[in-house]
């Protein structure tokens, strides 16, 4: 459960400190470079199912009302409510000096409560990146506090993403970490980074004691990442007496890259592994993408998702589930403003959705519109 512990004043005095710290940007002389900048992003959706339910159904028993059953979706994040939807409000502030610099990077609604679920201050807390660097040298910086993750293909931001709607692989992997990362150039289109984290998505606090910890490799756009650590408390009071627990560490690898085949024509992979205690997930996604003009391009992501043991990312309940997705997205740029029409279509192995008539059914189509305004 989420407290809600932000106060209107709190928004009103964080945005009365982005636009004077915009102002003083733009007050710089012309002949000085700018080291302030002021960006972020706006988004809206619409989405429907084809095949399945869109409205809430109450459940009445002996004339009570005793809950109800609600639209369906896929088990992913970010795009999974019914008609008109609101994404989020995303404001990032930087400085970019020769050695040092920030950024801040805070976000306000329903997509951003969903990228900071696991501060331990709930939906208040409006911290999607908050981090401070030091170019160390010419090849390598260190960066302190709390920054998207490094593991796969999509991102937290939409205007980020090609596909509106997000995969299995990245809903179910890290949002984000805090604390510190190593970042090497190697020469020759190589790269590494090595990091000590707070467990996976803890980005305000570690609550259990222990940490993770971080690897990249990389070459010439293609990565291979790592992440180790424990993810819950190695001690319990059970019955009064301080008592040991086993809790086995996350371990995930995952690769992230992608080819331009053409000029017009680009082709990005995803692939990782995750497992904790038997408990898990595996995946591999493909996302070919096709430059039709200046201002219109059409993507494809096609995902396989499976679960070790009963994970509960796709919702059959059955141990060993596994989904394939197809989502086809169209991409039109109009200045700023880029419109995403979106159709896709879940295939579980098990029954993980609703129809309209309430039937339980292991495939479901649905509809999407997004509209994403960068700044």
């Known amino acids: 459960m989420k407290t809600i512990i932000q106060t209107k004043f709190a ?16 007050a710089q002389e ?9 960006s972020g992003t706006v988004d809206a959706y619409y989405r429907a199912n084809l095949n399945g339910l869109n409205k809430v159904v109450p459940q009445i028993e002996n004339g009570f009302e005793v809950g109800a059953i609600g639209p369906t979706a896929p088990g992913t994040s970010f795009a999974n409510r019914p008609g008109f939807a609101l994404g989020m409000v995303n404001l990032i502030a930087a400085y970019e000096g020769e050695k040092v610099g920030f950024v801040a990077d805070l976000v306000f609604g329903p997509r951003g409560e969903e990228a900071v679920f696991g501060s331990p201050f709930g939906s208040s807390n409006i911290v999607n990146q908050l981090y401070v660097y030091w170019n160390v040298s010419e090849s390598t910086t260190l960066t302190f506090g709390n920054f998207n993750t490094f593991l796969g293909y999509e991102v937290i931001s939409p205007a980020a993403n090609f596909n509106y709607s997000t995969s299995y692989m990245f809903s179910y992997g890290p949002f984000s970490h805090a604390g510190l990362k190593a970042d090497f150039d190697l020469g020759n289109d190589w790269s590494a980074m090595l990091a000590i984290l707070n467990p996976t998505d803890f980005t305000d606090v570690n609550p259990f004691g ?6 990249q490799l990389g070459y010439s756009g293609q990565y291979l990442n790592l992440i180790y650590g424990k993810q819950g ?32 024509f680009f082709l990005g992979i995803n692939a990782t592994y995750q497992d904790t205690d038997d408990i898990g997930f595996y995946g591999v996604a493909l996302y070919p993408q096709l430059n039709t003009s200046e201002n219109f391009a059409i993507g494809l992501r096609g995902e396989y998702f499976a679960e070790s043991g009963d994970f509960g990312a796709i919702g059959t309940g059955v141990e060993d589930s596994s989904v394939f997705a197809v989502t086809l997205t169209g991409s039109a740029t109009i200045g700023d403003l880029i419109i995403k029409p979106e159709l896709r279509l879940d295939s579980a192995s098990d029954d993980a959705f609703i129809d309209g008539d309430l039937d339980p059914t292991d495939s479901l189509a649905s509809f999407l519109l997004a509209a994403v305004y960068s700044f």
Request: charged share 25%; no cysteine; net charge negative.
């Open 210 to 215: 222990e940490l993770s910890f971080g690897a």
């Open 11 to 26: 928004k009103k005095l964080v945005l009365a400190a982005f636009s004077v710290l915009a102002s003083n940007a733009f």
């Open 233 to 264: 408390a190695n001690e319990q009071l059970i019955d009064g007496v301080l008592t040991d627990t086993d809790v086995k560490g996350l371990f995930q690898i995952d690769f992230t890259g992608g080819f331009d085949v053409t000029e017009d």
């Open 30 to 38: 012309d002949g000085e470079e700018k080291k302030f900048s002021f």
